[in-house]
């Protein structure tokens, strides 16, 4: 009996293991296909975190003036227009979007804003100390969902995130991935979804 138990145990985890390997090299495929489908970005994501984001992301804007911009919960509405518009970025481009609580909430709300519009390549801009947790979670999260992107570093004085922040999201992402849900919920800072445009 007991011996049964054990070998039952060790081929559900084997099971597991191999369903998990499956199901994450699917993610790699879907970003490749992607990237075939839409070598060159189509649209651009900035993850709100300061003043300096929406300032970059303006300037970055001017160069690729047929992209639209989404930004995620960054700064003030009013504020954030008034940058753009201070270096001549047509507000209509612009997308403000304040459901993110987090970094993968960042990504997990605006993921089927940009299937719906057949977006499947972005930038993704967001400080250097702050962009590997972003490309973990972008991959994982928008890899999942057939979009690839081209991460853009702001320069900061910040040291580099410690690993804690990119394992705990990772399995958050992870979590949404099967389930749909992120635990963002917990986050004290959770809110009803808004989004603007011009």
Request: proline share 7%; glycine share 4%.
């Amino acid at each position: 009996m007991k011996r049964s138990y054990y070998l039952l145990k060790k081929y559900w985890i084997l099971s597991l293991a191999s369903f998990s390997l499956v199901f994450l090299s699917i993610i790699p495929i879907r970003i490749a296909i992607a990237s075939y489908q839409a070598p060159h970005p189509q649209a651009i994501l900035t993850l709100g975190g300061g003043q300096e984001r929406e300032k970059f992301t303006a300037e970055f804007a001017q160069n690729h003036p047929n992209l639209d911009i989404w930004i995620s919960s960054g700064i003030f509405p009013a504020q954030a227009f008034a940058i753009f518009e201070e270096v001549s970025v047509p507000t209509e481009r612009i997308h403000l979007d304040y459901r993110a609580v987090d970094t993968v909430t960042n990504c997990t709300t605006l993921v089927h804003d940009f299937h719906n519009r057949h977006i499947k390549h972005i930038y993704l801009i967001t400080s250097d100390f702050h962009l590997p947790r972003a490309k973990t979670i972008a991959t994982l999260v928008l890899g999942s969902q057939g979009i690839t992107f081209t991460p853009i570093s702001i320069p900061s004085e910040r040291p580099r995130e410690s690993i804690f922040p990119i394992v705990r999201d990772s399995g958050r992402s992870l979590l949404w991935i099967v389930s749909g849900r992120t635990g963002a919920s917990f986050n004290p800072r959770f809110r009803s979804p808004l989004y603007m445009s011009r």
